[in-house]
């Protein structure tokens, strides 16, 4: 039963209130057929509204089944709705996109009925209205009064308490009104039917029970119910709207209106399409720089030295807090500009070296070491025999063979163009360069000269030095050592049977499409022939006379740090041992110490190159900071800065391009505004059956879920479709192919992104829409 006690309704625009209801008091029996008549104004479709409770009343009590509704929430209104009433309107409201099945299951699905089972009773009551056969139509296929039919259908489908009818036979003519008063006559049997009408002879001839009003006010009843207190049992049903029936809604109603919306998903996908084409350049260029490194710089060798030194070009200056460019202050600041800079010293040992040794050698080109020791070489010029100084005539170890792969580097990346590469520990090779040239200091450091500039091959080639060991070369002379002959002529220590011979067995040049960083020009020999001079000098007199010595067994001169005299012994420099600054130095450069001043590490790839940094990383774990040993990886410099210039690019790119986004989210706030505005009554209609507010909000979001995805699919699909001409272009102008690569992780990331940027653009316009009012959306057209 439901009851109204002393319901009272107002309605203000602006200074003017009209009083819809004035203090009613009315009681409904379960089953019963109730005409409510008066003139236009009287306040009959206010009382049926909030009889529906789709409108609130302003004092009173609304009492269902012993409850009042005091205190109801907007979800109890929603529950009451769906569950306990059932309207049927004069204009019929049926959903337009829907077809006449998906209209009548609607409040059905807002009561979580499975599928099968809406399916089974909507059938039922469409049989009992008549149209089963007209299920799949939809509503603009009817007539008035089968339209008429469905909306009675639906009203029953969930089996309410009550239903309710405004002016159900307003809009149809005489004798389908006849049929659909005949229909709801029979409903009234088993439910209260209440059911407005302004026509007299039409309540007479099927309401059971007569009430007038007029101003708001009852002015008869022809059969009063007399109230009874009732027990508070009424509890009925929360409803709800899943996504997914959200989505089947807003589908249906896009697919309406598909050409505006394939429209608008091309609009708003212009973004994606240009962001997806920016990031798929950027991938390709991505990954053709990452080829070229790989192949350019893969050889490139890691370099140990014994000072590592990084500069913090941003640190430069005052402190950060407190520097001011171009300060008008009449003073100068100073600064330590040492503080910029990070050096490392790097102590390179024996056992050091014995680990770089033991790396995987598959992973290795080759190994070169630069050492301190001067080894005692000497060359035949005009029939006179002088010291090389090894410094000026290039003299530098090349990268030794791979013991594993038992790969050659000289051979692998230098071609012969003249003689062969070394095969003996004594064979030394002439490196040129790629213009076949040789600075002129190293060829008259070598003893190769010739009057018109150019020297030919086979005068050089066979070219053969001599090296002494130092109990030969040294003698000793009172407490210093000299060199054991006449200054300028040492013709009798390279005739000597102990001179080893040193023959230049070829003349290389690095490879045209080599992938390494080449040698510099000069002579270069093997490290086997460092350590053989190495080992036989640790023993030698004049290096056990400098280990028992404090001073420069040399010259004399003391170690010193301002140490800087030099002499000329034997038609040899000697400066470079007689400046050292220690004793260790001297030492060094006389072949005492076999640890080498640096090591250069080519390895055979860049994925090899990755390795060998991490075996070298792994020496220094649980190391202080002052015992590690750094490296220079030059490839993984370059790759690093052209990584980051490309990562700049493309982010200013996208950023341009995320413009047509921001676009496109307000376009598509707007879109889905003009939405609210034409699905208004759908609105009413919807709220009327049950659905919440934020079910409201659903139908709307999956409007922009959905043309965020067509949006989103239709941007990517597009983009890649124009990487084939952007990469026919592209390889027409650079040579390079397949430069635009879009990457299918990127794609899925920026069809997400469509969905989010519709979904928030659409977010107000869906919430305008949960806050209509349900009697005002119904009477929109």
């Known amino acids: ?252 109603n896009i697919l309406a209106k598909k050409w505006r919306t394939a429209l608008t998903s091309f609009a708003s996908s212009i973004g994606i399409i240009g962001v997806a084409l920016v990031l798929a350049l950027s991938n390709g260029f991505d990954i053709q720089i990452s080829e070229y490194e790989k192949g350019t710089l893969s050889n490139y060798p890691i370099q140990i030295t014994q000072t590592a030194m990084n500069i913090d070009m941003s640190a430069m200056g005052n402190d950060e807090e407190e520097a001011v460019e171009y300060p008008k202050d009449e003073v100068v600041y100073s600064y330590d500009s040492s503080e910029n800079n990070v050096t490392h010293t790097n102590t390179i040992t024996e056992e050091y070296v014995d680990y770089v040794e033991d790396m995987d050698s598959s992973l290795i080109d080759g190994i070169s070491y630069t050492r301190s020791v001067n080894m005692n070489i000497l060359k035949m010029e005009d029939g006179k025999a002088t010291s090389v100084n090894q410094s000026t005539a290039g003299f530098s170890t090349y990268p030794s063979k791979s013991e594993s792969t038992d790969s050659d580097f000289l051979e692998e990346n230098y071609d012969v163009l003249a003689g062969s590469l070394p095969k003996d520990t004594n064979d030394i090779v002439l490196i040129v360069d790629e213009y076949n040239q040789v600075d002129v200091s190293i060829l008259n450091e070598l003893g190769l000269t010739s009057d018109d500039e150019e020297i030919k091959f086979d005068d050089i080639v066979g070219t053969e030095y001599k090296l002494l060991y130092n109990d030969d070369y040294y003698t000793k002379s009172g407490d210093y050592y000299v060199v054991n002959g006449t200054p300028t002529d040492l013709s009798d220590l390279y005739n000597s049977e102990n001179a080893e011979t040193l023959t230049v067995t070829g003349i290389i040049r690095i490879k045209e499409d080599t992938n390494v960083s080449g040698l510099s020009t000069g002579i270069a020999y093997s490290d086997d022939l460092a350590k053989k001079f190495i080992e036989n000098a640790k023993q030698s007199e004049v290096v056990l006379a400098q280990e028992a010595a404090d001073y420069n067994v040399l010259n004399g001169s003391v170690f010193s740090s301002n140490d800087s005299s030099g002499s000329t012994m034997g038609g040899r420099n000697t400066s470079s041992l007689g400046s050292t600054q220690t004793k260790d130095d001297v030492l060094a450069q006389l072949g005492a110490s076999s640890v080498p001043t640096s090591i250069s590490i080519y390895p055979v790839d860049f994925d090899s190159k990755e390795k060998i940094t991490e075996y070298l990383d792994d020496w220094n774990d649980g190391l202080a900071d002052t015992d590690q040993i750094q490296y220079t990886d030059m490839a993984e410099m370059i790759t690093t800065l052209s990584g980051s210039i490309m990562s700049a690019i493309t982010i200013v790119l996208v950023a341009f391009a995320a413009i047509s986004l921001v676009v496109s989210m307000i376009m598509i706030g707007i879109i889905i505004y003009i939405s609210v505005l034409e699905r208004t009554r759908e609105i009413g209609v919807l709220r009327s059956l049950g659905a919440r507010k934020k079910d409201i909000t659903r139908v709307f979001n999956a409007e922009t879920f959905i043309i965020g995805t067509c949006s989103g699919l239709l941007g990517i699909l597009i983009a890649y479709l124009l990487t084939f001409p952007v990469n026919s272009v592209l390889e027409g102008m650079t040579d390079l192919a397949n430069i635009a690569q879009l990457d299918p992780v990127v794609a899925i990331g920026l069809v997400a992104l469509s969905v989010i940027l519709t979904m928030i653009g659409g977010f107000i316009p869906a919430k305008m829409a949960a806050k209509k009012d349900p009697v005002e959306a119904l009477r929109s057209e």
């Open 1 to 252: 039963m439901i009851q109204l006690k002393k319901i009272k309704k107002t309605y203000t625009t602006g200074d003017f209130t009209q009083v819809a209801l004035n203090e009613i008091d009315l009681s409904f029996r379960a089953n019963e057929f109730v005409a409510i008549l008066g003139q236009s104004g009287s306040g009959k479709t206010t009382l049926l509204n909030i009889l529906g409770g789709l409108d609130q009343y302003d004092s009173g009590d609304l009492i269902i089944n012993g409850r009042s509704t005091k205190n109801f929430k907007d979800s109890d209104w929603d529950a009451y709705r769906n569950n306990s009433v059932g309207f049927v309107f004069q204009s019929y409201n049926l959903i337009p996109h829907l077809n006449i099945l998906d209209n009548i299951e609607m409040s059905m699905t807002l009561s979580g009925i499975s599928m099968s089972e809406k399916k089974e009773r909507a059938l039922e009551v469409l049989e009992r209205v008549g149209l089963k056969e007209h299920a799949k139509k939809k509503p603009n296929q009817l007539s008035g009064g089968q339209m008429q039919r469905v909306a009675i259908a639906r009203a029953l489908v969930n089996n309410p308490d009550i239903i309710l009818a405004d002016e159900p036979t307003g809009a149809l003519d005489s004798e389908t009104s006849v049929q659909i008063m005949d229909l709801i006559s029979e409903i009234a049997k088993d439910k209260l039917v209440v059911m407005v009408t302004h026509n007299p002879d039409l309540a007479k001839s099927y309401a059971d029970r007569i009430v007038e009003l007029s101003d708001g006010s009852v002015v008869s009843d022809s059969d009063p119910y007399s109230e009874k207190d009732e027990v508070d049992n009424y509890n009925p049903k929360k409803t709800s709207m899943s996504f997914f029936t959200a989505l089947k809604l807003s589908g249906k």
